[in-house]
């Protein structure tokens, strides 16, 4: 059987797929490129589900409260209400006091007023630490991924060095070490503890935050735009910045509301072990360790519930959130 020319063997090959998709012979060579324009345009993005707006609405309706704690209808954090001691939360009796739906704590201060400007302390502690993680990690996750050679080395075994010291152990060593030092200069105890805890906490989150960005820079700073970029001669400081980074930060931004679910736990086992901001300014960690003396013996149990139930629903939106963003923008582990 003599062999047929290749030009006639693809010919048939179209002739066939055309065949079996019921289109016209001359539009088989463009059934491929039809489905290439399909499957770029069909994409769709991942929209936010319900799950994660009601992380959104959690954290919004808790910045609201944050932002707004002193126009609430409730005493001060620190002020005592005569009788509202030992109360409990939604109390209905002759003998309980309205306008106080979360009760009073040990000495009768205000539950929700302790609870709304203990969430500005641990937030803002939080907060801080994950901006201070994500500013020095990242710029070194960033330097690493892209110079690569020795100074990644570098970059990675002072990580690695952070990574191998129990991040509990290592934010409290710093805390106890520096919240005096601190404290002699800005005069506040309660400032100086915001300040102490931030630094020791964003210490903490550096290693994470810098492994994650070095390992997406290390994807692309490979890409096809960067090798163009550099080609046109454009400095090493603007492919970094401008090219590279945007493309990092969906991952930094997903990992960095990780970290803050975690450092708010942070925050509160350090006061748990005596570490946190001094009482009488609240935070949800000291609020847990006032109260758990009475845990145990059943007369106010409520005080560390509502403390704990805070953080709970705090971290579970946060962690959800972070999920989300993850999804939507496609960070993947694998990538990482």
Known sequence: MPEQPADTLREKAIADEAAATDLPVDAGIEVPIAAVEAGTEGVVKKRLGFGAWLAIGWLGLLLLLMVFAPLLPTPGPRERVSGLAFQQPLCNASDCISGHPLGGDTIGRDMTARLVYGARNSLFIGTGAVIVGFLIGGFLGLVAGYYRGRLESFIVGFLDVLLSVPALILALSLTIFLQERVQDIVGSSE????????????????????????????????????TAARAQGAKDSRIMFREVLPNVVPAMAAIALLALAVLIIAEAALSILG????????????IIVEGFDYL?????????????????????????????????????????
């Open 275 to 286: 570490a946190g901001i001094t009482p009488p300014a609240p935070t949800w960690g000291n």
């Open 191 to 226: 400032m100086a503890g915001r300040l102490t805890l931030t630094f020791a906490l964003g210490i903490v989150a550096i290693p994470s935050i810098g492994r994650i960005t070095r390992a997406n820079t290390l994807v692309w700073a490979q890409r096809e735009f960067v």
């Open 296 to 336: 145990t013996n059943g007369r106010a149990p409520h005080i560390v519930f509502e403390a704990s139930g805070a953080i709970f629903l705090t971290v579970l939106a946060i962690n959800y959130l972070g999920d989300a963003i993850r999804e939507r923008f496609d960070v993947r582990e694998a990538r990482l």
